[in-house]
């Protein structure tokens, strides 16, 4: 017989309390009345969607009676630009041929690589050095290089020999034409951690720009 089978037990309404980590989108945000202009907190809704995701998580194991979640301004960690806006200002920079537009973006270890090229450039030092070189030597040549960033969208790989899992379908991407915004060149991938660029890779074979959906924006 199971010893804990034989005491009695009791039952208590316990009121818990805890801090958790969330990260909301710019539409769950709000300014805070009681803060400064550029202050943000989490919209009564958002807040509101967050206790019902916690309360069924919790009731799974637990018989909850409510909870109730709160955040303003003086809680928030810290404030990401999302995947698409980095996608956004890489394209800009490009199109307005200013490196210092992406320069705050770049992660201190990131990644630059191309198709067309055997070894990666890696570290913040060196990638912007090597987009500023490349984008002073297109200046001097205008007239006869103009670059054009578009703003697309991965398309769909089925049906082709080689395919790249990280440009899932849907995906925001950059797409590199010059001379001529109809010749695109190259279909640019971003990986992004925590509001900075971990990894830009210039795709010329795989996938292949053609598969891109293209949007006919150029940030500038």
């Known amino acids: 017989m199971n010893e804990n089978n034989s005491k009695k037990q009791y039952t208590y309404k316990v009121n818990c309390s805890f801090t958790l980590q969330f990260t909301f989108d710019e ?10 202009e ?6 009564e809704a958002a ?3 967050l206790e019902q995701e916690l309360y069924e998580h919790l009731f799974t194991d637990y018989a909850v009676d409510k909870v109730e ?8 960690i810290s404030e990401f630009m999302n995947e698409f806006q980095l996608v956004t ?31 990666a450039l ?40 080689v395919q790249v899992w990280s440009a899932n379908q849907g ?9 001529n915004p109809d010749e695109v060149l190259a279909l640019v ?20 720009p053609s598969t891109a959906i293209r949007t006919g924006e150029y940030p500038s």
Request: glycine fraction near 6%.
């Open 27 to 36: 539409d769950d945000v709000e300014p805070d009345p009681d803060g400064n």
């Open 38 to 43: 550029e202050d943000r907190m989490p919209t």
């Open 47 to 49: 807040l509101c969607a």
């Open 69 to 76: 979640a709160y955040a303003d301004s003086e809680n928030m």
């Open 89 to 119: 200002i890489y394209a800009k920079a490009w199109n307005t041929l200013n490196p210092e537009v992406i320069e705050p973006y770049l992660a201190e270890d990131v990644a630059y690589e191309s198709q067309q090229v055997l070894s």
């Open 122 to 161: 890696v570290g913040k030092e060196e990638v912007f050095d090597y987009l500023k070189g490349k984008m002073q030597t297109i200046r001097k040549n205008l007239l006869q290089s103009d670059v054009y960033a578009e703003i697309g969208y991965c398309g769909n790989q089925e049906g082709y020999n």
């Open 171 to 179: 995906k925001p991407c950059v797409l590199m034409a010059q001379g």
């Open 189 to 208: 991938l971003l990986k992004t951690e925590e509001g900075k660029i971990k990894r830009v890779d210039i795709c010329t074979i795989a996938p292949h």
